[in-house]
């Protein structure tokens, strides 16, 4: 398909210079030819009928003598390189001058016709045989007192158009020549800067639509074309990280579906066909409520991200009271504490302090911080809420001195389903989805959180939100 294309733009091309040179060769000749007759012989008549007008009529009228226009005719052939006749009523001749050796004037003219020329201003050939190559001519008449009495003929050869023809084909045929080689080397050009790199845009959109991510636009220019091939590369590589991640996505979906699924379908099975007596029912049964609980908020989990996702998250703002949220937050874990005797310090910077924020929103991220914390802390150890109103913003920091998070592990700890090594041993009822949900919610009011963390000695979250005086 490429090659072929290739040959008709080789043959279309060939074609187009055949074609200009046959347009110049015919039209442009014939154009020329034309002018410089014209051109020529217009001169020659303007020439002859000046002297036919305002000298010639004296030798009629006796004021010149024939030497005086021998003088004249001689001084004018030499300025026009003509030859020259001046002649009576009759064609008989008065007087010449030859500009060369090659011609002579006869006596008389056989059949004169002064009007021969009909509507043209000159004639051309070899006029009735007397020259022996072809000649412009052109015949002015003499008049006296409103009489014609003779008539001055000027002929010149036809090669001095045809010479001046030649000169100027010739330099008209350079000037095609040199534009035909210009724009060759323009549309090579055109073909090496434009068409080649978009035909790899093209057949590189292809590899795209059929699923092919892999394709790598060279970049060669910093113009438009190295601009779009740049974008549609970097696009391929957004396309392919998506595909890889919803790849991992479904993969880890799936899996942290199949092991609850598992173990509900084996325990019930074992149930239902008599394998655990009823005697230890009870204690597969609460098994089987842990999974449940934990498919429940694994779908609550994934509900929740995709409203992110799809952007149908619409954010209840209203200003409240963080501390009253942190509060009651912090309530909500006391039994999980108690039992493994974890306290809460609250480090409220004044006794109400309002945001502008969702609410429900944001109590969901202090319980996922808070609920994180909890399950990476030590027994008998100390987790911190602190707030610190600084300008427009108030500044949210949870705290634990628990087992922290690896240096590897602290730009991961944000993805979906990522679970560091040391959170498997401590985390089996979580999700992976926690963080990811937090930092959707803070970035969806379009703020900042971060995390400190070192490992063995605890992590801190920070997260701000506007203030609001009230």
Known sequence: MKSTLHLKFILLYI????????????????????????????????????????????????????????????????????DIWFVDNEGSLLASAKSGDVSYAPSRI??????????????????HGYFNSEMITVIAPVTENFSTHGYLLVHKPYSQITDAHSVLMRNTYIVILIIYVLSFIILLGVHFLIYRPLVKI??????????????????????EIGYLSASLNYMSSQLKDMEDYQKKFVANVSHDFRSPLTSIKGYVEAMADGTIPPEMQGKYLNIILFETERLTDLTRDLLTLNEFDTKDLLLDKTDFDIHEVIRNTAASFEGTCTAKKISIELLLATRTLYVHADRHKIQQVLYNLLDNAIKFSNPESTITIETTPRGDKVYTSVKDYGIGIPKSSINKIWERFYKSDLSRGKDKKGTGLGLSIVKEIIQAHNENINVISTEGVGTEFIFSLPLTKK
Do not use: C
Request: proline share 3%; hydrophobic share 35%.
């Open 110 to 127: 056989e059949n004169f016709d002064p009007a021969e020329s009909g509507g043209s201003t000159y004639l051309t050939g070899d006029y």
């Open 15 to 82: 074609i187009l210079g055949f074609l200009s040179i046959f347009t110049v060769a015919s039209l442009s000749s014939t154009l020329t030819t034309h002018y410089l007759e014209s051109s020529i012989s217009g001169n020659m008549y303007q020439s002859a009928n000046l002297l036919a007008s305002n000298y010639l009529p004296d030798y009629f009228s006796k004021t010149i003598a024939l030497a005086d226009v021998y003088t004249q005719l001689n001084g004018m052939s030499d300025y026009l390189n003509s």
């Open 202 to 223: 093209t057949n590189a959109a292809k590899q795209y639509a059929s699923g092919n991510l892999d394709v790598v636009i060279p970049v060669n220019t910093q113009d």
